[in-house]
């Protein structure tokens, strides 16, 4: 019996997932949750063969929780759903060593048989996400602008980075006015997403 934990923050789609795989005699669904912190608790408690984790959650991601899995050593394999085919977040699931990498547009078939290859211990990787990682730009971020917006990232201000840096206000504000325009972004904050999500930050 294949025993797995479901995270997923959108509730029909949780059921769903949850319905379709109560149906399988060799898989059995022992917790759903609608947050990383309700998964990472379930996980810990019921200790299942593999977890079933959406990227993008409240509270803690399903990369986070996959980076958390990984360092408490804990043996479940993992399984990330996601409606984006981007290649930054693709890199950050092969860098946290996950199993499966699949979208959520793929048929249910998909998700039971991939569920039982990584139990297998193979990797299954959706095609259309595989695809993104030849699709990688170029990044046009220099390491001062980089650094800059990685620090804006955890909260830091103009006047937190001057500081940090012994630069002067101008001259940060310059780096990420800089880093703005060639991302084509509209705020500091949306450049950080922006350069997250390429996997740059």
């Not at 059995?28 to 200790?47: F, M, N, P, T, Y």
């Amino acid at each position: 019996m294949i025993r797995v934990v479901i995270a997923e923050d959108q509730q029909m789609l949780r059921g769903a997932f949850a319905s379709l795989l109560k149906f399988e005699t060799d898989i059995e669904v022992l917790a759903e949750a609608s947050d990383g912190k309700q998964a990472w608790e379930a996980i810990q408690k019921h200790q299942p063969d593999v977890c079933v984790l959406d990227i993008e959650m409240p509270l803690i991601s399903g990369l986070e929780l996959a980076e958390l899995i990984r360092r408490a050593n804990l043996p479940c394999k993992i399984m990330i759903v996601t409606t984006f085919a981007r290649p930054g977040y693709l890199k950050k699931a092969i860098d946290a060593q996950v199993d499966g990498y699949l979208l959520k547009d793929e048929p249910i078939d998909f998700l039971i048989e991939s569920i039982r290859k990584v139990m297998k211990g193979e990797r299954v990787v959706s095609t259309d996400l595989a695809a993104t990682l030849f699709m990688k730009e170029e990044n046009p971020l220099s390491e001062r602008e980089i650094e800059m917006l990685r620090l804006t990232k955890i909260g830091m201000t103009t006047d937190d980075i001057s500081k940090a840096l012994y630069l002067t206000k101008g001259t940060v504000r310059n780096y990420l006015s800089s880093a703005i325009q060639k991302l084509e972004a509209e705020s500091r904050q949306q450049a950080v997403q922006i350069a997250d999500e390429k996997g740059w930050l």
